[in-house]
């Protein structure tokens, strides 16, 4: 039977490694984030204010369309990031840094819900928790030239933004990863403890967690 299942979580935490991982072990087929053409980016990094909410709006199109060809596709897919963050946390941390004025993010608010009430929600999603320092170092590892500015103040305020979500989240089960101590890359076991949860959530197991004892032996498969 098909399923649809969303990877999610901070800047850095690793969301597309573990896509990929979890495809190829589970035959599955990602779902990247692509990096779509906005063309207000340039004006909204000129003008923040002026130019944040046509850019979040613009975001939100390609997001949503993605989150159509998902549902309707006939195989089995992890998706790299959901359309659920852009709104709930990228757009949302705009509209509180006062990028984006409260009268636009009603408006915006307003697509986003309506829109979201036509489309089927995933079966799971999979969230990435992890601290500052595990998402600086990790940044700092892959050395992308465009995330030397993100500061830990950003991340912070993202991170708090992820917490607020995930907590009220109730569209499908959620299952989180506690990314600090699950090293997926360094550890094949680890990366298997993940599958099997993946899989118990997914045939109905509702308190599926990741036990410190069973992630410090999984390190050592």
């Known amino acids: 039977m098909k399923k649809y299942v969303v990877v999610a979580g ?9 896509v990929n991982l979890l495809c190829r072990k589970m035959k599955w087929e990602p779902f990247y984030e692509k990096v779509a053409e906005n063309p ?15 850019s979040q709006v613009c975001f939100l199109t390609h997001r949503l369309r993605a ?29 509180l840094q006062g990028f984006i004025h409260a009268r636009d993010y009603a408006t915006y608010r307003e697509l986003y819900e309506t829109v979201m009430d036509f489309l089927p929600p995933p079966d799971l999603v999979i969230y990435l928790r992890a601290s500052l320092p595990t998402l600086t170092k990790r940044i700092s590892q892959r050395g992308r030239d465009y995330e030397r500015s ?19 989240f109730t569209l499908c089960p959620v299952l989180t990863v506690p990314a600090d101590d699950v090293d997926y890359v360094a550890h094949s076991g680890h990366l298997g403890l993940i ?9 109905g197991r509702e ?8 992630v410090a032996q999984a390190a050592d498969d």
Do not use: C
């Open 67 to 95: 989150h159509h060809q998902i549902a309707s596709y006939p195989a089995s897919i992890i998706q790299d990031r959901s359309v659920y963050e852009d709104a709930e946390i990228f757009a949302q941390n705009l509209y």
């Open 207 to 214: 308190e599926v967690m990741f036990a410190p004892d069973e």
């Open 195 to 203: 599958v099997r949860k993946v899989e118990e959530k997914l045939t």
């Open 10 to 18: 901070n800047i850095g935490v690793g969301k597309s490694t573990l």
């Open 40 to 54: 207000y980016l340039s004006d909204f990094y000129k003008d923040m204010s002026a130019w944040a909410f046509h």
């Open 150 to 168: 993100i500061t830990p103040e950003y991340l912070g305020s993202l991170n708090r933004l992820y917490e607020n979500w995930i907590a009220n």
